[in-house]
């Protein structure tokens, strides 16, 4: 009877493998018997992983461990990503196929498959934005049919979180430094500067939004915190005389989280400020960055007396006293993330995997220094790409900068200044090295935080 039952299954699956072939011979399909047999019985299968009945879809999963193709992997592993009930015998089929065992963390699985480079299965990118709607209706409003030459479709995945859920903040309401009282000296903000005009955006309220699209004097940009990599970025989003604004797509990609812009609904990397899909000429398109600096509130209004604030009454009703459900500032220092509903959380698991560094990229190479480490040299003086350049640690005031150096080698002699191996003085300013015996400056340099396997997925090559 158990051979009846197993072969009984197994004509309902080759029923609807014939019915697809046979959709695809009257469409004109020039491929061979034996391929089309193989591929067609792979698409059927993974069609039938989004299938609502629990019972088609779970034979359908133990079907792909049994007949061991590893095109099968990426579509298994995007099941387990969004949290599917069957994850345990999502388990066994992966590691029947790969001989390999990462429980059930799709993390691992993800990175695992991203270093091997395998093949997906013919028509993924249907299944992938199924998959994708199914978990959330609005991500229907994406398109994934032009992408950026890098782009891996494979490293695209549910947050956990549906489209929107952080709001951005759009045209921020800014105050003055004497209006504050929402903020402890301790507390930490990120800065922008611009000339002589400077704002502060308190991270307790960007925890919330992770995304703020404001002005600074003429200059619009974009400015966002990801929970996953733990990245801090400011982009200027003027392009080709329009300004580009940008929202919480509640999809993440390769450790980041994927912002769209509210303009065209085009997917970008957030941490990068790459645009992952969009019309030829604008996917692979990069925004330029811009300085932010994370520091705390009581160090940034002592350097910046006139600095605006973003105000506490954003318009949303928030508690931005409380904890996000985005960033656990707390819990961060665990090394057991729980998983609570079965329910992805990136934020969490990408923690307690890996450290933070302190990211540079500089004509074509690749740098990461583990935030521990600054902290207590304060200062490198390094090359990177042909390019002479200083990382700075400031104590106090927690922040790090990275300036052009040329032939100059830096020492600290202050939180904010420094010496040359002339014994000249060097003022830190949020967008220069600034000499004090001459008109001499250095330029500041664009770096970032992050986890380093974030800064990895992006930067496979990264000393």
């Known amino acids: 009877m158990k051979t009846l039952h197993f072969n009984f299954k197994r004509l309902l699956v080759l029923f609807v493998l014939i019915?697809?072939?046979?959709?695809?011979?009257?469409?004109?399909?020039?491929?061979?018997?034996?391929?089309?047999?193989?591929?067609?019985?792979?698409?059927?299968?993974?069609?039938?992983?989004?299938?609502?009945?629990?019972?088609?879809?779970?034979?359908?999963?133990?079907?792909?461990?049994?007949?061991?193709?590893?095109?099968?992997?990426?579509?298994?592993?995007?099941?387990?990503?969004?949290?599917?009930?069957?994850?345990?015998?999502?388990?066994?089929?992966?590691?029947?196929?790969?001989?390999?065992?990462?429980?059930?963390?799709?993390?691992?699985?993800?990175?695992?498959?991203?270093?091997?480079?395998?093949?997906?299965?013919?028509?993924?990118?249907?299944?992938?934005?199924?998959?994708?709607?199914?978990?959330?209706?609005?991500?229907?409003?994406?398109?994934?049919?032009?992408?950026?030459?890098?782009?891996?479709?494979?490293?695209?995945?549910?947050?956990?979180?549906?489209?929107?859920?952080?709001?951005?903040?759009?045209?921020?309401?800014?105050?003055?430094?004497?209006?504050?009282?929402?903020?402890?000296?301790e507390d930490v903000i990120y800065g922008i500067a611009e000339g002589d005009k400077a704002q502060a955006y308190p991270e307790k309220i960007l925890d919330w939004h992770l995304i703020v699209n404001g002005t600074i004097g003429l200059k619009s940009f974009a400015l966002i915190?990801?929970?996953?990599?733990?990245?801090?970025?400011?982009?200027?989003?003027?392009?080709?005389?329009?300004?580009?604004?940008?929202?919480?797509?509640?999809?993440?990609?390769?450790?980041?989280?994927?912002?769209?812009?509210?303009?065209?609904?085009?997917?970008?990397?957030?941490?990068?400020?790459?645009?992952?899909?969009?019309?030829?000429?604008?996917?692979?398109e990069m925004l330029t960055p811009l300085n932010v600096t994370k520091m705390t509130w009581k160090a940034w209004k002592n350097r910046h007396p006139e600095t605006f604030v973003l105000d506490i009454n954003t318009g949303y009703s928030k508690d931005y006293e409380k904890t996000s459900p985005f960033f656990d500032r707390e819990e961060e220092l665990q090394t057991d993330p729980p998983s609570e509903n079965n329910k992805p959380d990136l934020a969490k698991e990408n923690f307690a995997r890996n450290p933070l560094v302190y990211g540079i990229y500089l004509n074509g190479r690749a740098k990461a220094y583990p935030i521990k480490e600054l902290q207590e040299k304060g200062i490198v003086n390094d090359a990177l790409g042909g390019v002479n350049f200083v990382l700075l640690y400031t104590g106090e005031a927690e922040a790090v900068y990275a300036f052009l150096r040329d032939a100059h080698v830096f020492r600290h002699v202050g939180e904010f200044a420094l010496k040359d191996q002339q014994n000249n003085f060097w003022e830190i300013q949020e967008s220069e090295l600034k000499s004090s015996s001459s008109d001499e400056t250095l330029k500041r340099i664009p770096g970032q935080p992050a986890l380093l396997t974030a800064w990895l997925a992006w930067f496979p090559e990264s000393e």
């Open 19 to 185: 019915s697809v072939a046979l959709l695809d011979i009257f469409r004109g399909s020039a491929y061979s018997q034996e391929q089309l047999t193989a591929d067609q019985y792979l698409r059927a299968l993974a069609g039938n992983l989004t299938h609502p009945n629990k019972r088609i879809k779970e034979e359908a999963v133990k079907e792909l461990g049994r007949i061991h193709d590893a095109k099968a992997i990426p579509v298994l592993i995007d099941l387990l990503a969004t949290g599917d009930s069957l994850s345990g015998e999502i388990v066994q089929s992966l590691k029947a196929i790969s001989k390999k065992d990462f429980g059930e963390n799709w993390l691992d699985w993800s990175e695992w498959a991203r270093s091997l480079d395998i093949e997906p299965l013919a028509e993924y990118e249907t299944f992938k934005k199924e998959l994708l709607i199914k978990a959330d209706p609005a991500f229907a409003a994406f398109s994934l049919e032009e992408k950026a030459k890098d782009f891996r479709l494979q490293d695209l995945f549910w947050s956990g979180e549906p489209k929107d859920a952080a709001p951005a903040i759009n045209s921020p309401a800014m105050i003055e430094k004497r209006k504050v009282t929402f903020l402890k000296d």
């Open 225 to 284: 915190t990801c929970p996953y990599s733990k990245t801090v970025n400011a982009y200027a989003t003027e392009r080709q005389s329009k300004v580009t604004t940008f929202g919480f797509s509640g999809l993440a990609y390769q450790n980041t989280f994927v912002m769209y812009d509210h303009q065209t609904g085009n997917l970008w990397n957030a941490a990068r400020g790459q645009a992952l899909t969009g019309k030829p000429g604008v996917a692979g």
